[in-house]
């Protein structure tokens, strides 16, 4: 998949996970983070 943001990352596919910490559990945030999720 090509689009401008895939583009400006460098990466194939458009998968992007926030680590929301108000809204979601303590182990999924740091997954997220330490993985490198924007």
């Known amino acids: 998949m090509k689009t ?4 400006l990352l460098g990466i194939e ?10 809204v ?5 945030v740091v997954a997220v983070s330490e ?3 924007l």
């Open 4 to 7: 401008r943001i895939t583009e």
């Open 13 to 22: 596919y458009p998968i992007i996970q926030a680590g929301m910490t108000f």
């Open 24 to 28: 979601s559990y303590l182990p999924l």
């Open 35 to 37: 993985a490198g999720g």
